[in-house]
């Protein structure tokens, strides 16, 4: 028996902009689209999935109850303005070269590894080859490939930066599809689901 099919979505650059350092909840600015996506994909029978890198806590801007903060924050918005809400929201806080040294380790989570899609499929039943990951990111698209689901590439502003630092370089695997958001990213993938 197959599990069930997820959207893993990264966080900053998909469903809010991405500002760097993003550690108070009046700082966030819901991506043009976003709740109208969510609902979309919730009705199609999706479960959405939060995978993101936050490396504020390694770099000692925040810590990891912030970071949860200002995620509950963000869910709160869409949630009140008529989104589903979020079936998880995990995050890793690592980072090779963190000023925190508690936090500069070699993680299988820190995107592109697939630590936490991996992670949410035991956690939720989920079929990653059901799945779809969405980041804006070369390393969101390495780690959705790296767990097995299909990859869209949305282009929202940091998909151009330079390939976020790892402890191996990665390869950025093509995209099953590229787009200008998550609602055209939301549209690609309910077309495909049935």
């Not at 991405?18 to 108070?24: E, P, S, Y």
Request: hydrophobic share 45%.
């Amino acid at each position: 028996m197959t599990g069930r099919a997820a959207v893993f979505l990264d966080r900053d650059g998909v469903l809010v902009e991405d500002t760097g350092a993003l550690v108070h909840a009046d700082d966030v600015r819901v991506l043009p689209g976003v709740i109208e996506a969510l609902v979309s994909l919730r009705e199609h029978g999706l479960a959405l999935v939060v995978v993101s890198n936050q490396t504020v806590v390694a770099r000692g801007l925040a810590g990891e109850d912030d970071v949860i903060a200002v995620q509950l924050a963000i869910e709160s918005r869409l949630v009140a303005a008529g989104a589903p809400a979020f079936d998880d929201f995990l995050f890793c806080p690592h980072h090779p070269s963190a000023t925190d040294p508690a936090y500069r380790v070699a993680c299988d989570c820190r995107k592109p590894a697939p630590g936490l899609i991996l992670r949410a499929c035991a956690r939720h039943g989920i079929d990653p080859r059901r799945s779809v990951m969405v980041g804006d990111r070369p390393s969101d698209l390495a780690a959705g490939a790296q767990a097995g689901c299909r990859t869209v590439w949305v282009q929202t502003g940091r998909h151009a930066d330079a390939p976020i630092e790892t402890t191996s370089p990665f390869a950025t695997p093509t995209a099953d599809h590229v787009c200008d958001g998550l609602c055209a990213a939301a549209r690609w993938i309910t077309g495909r689901a049935a």
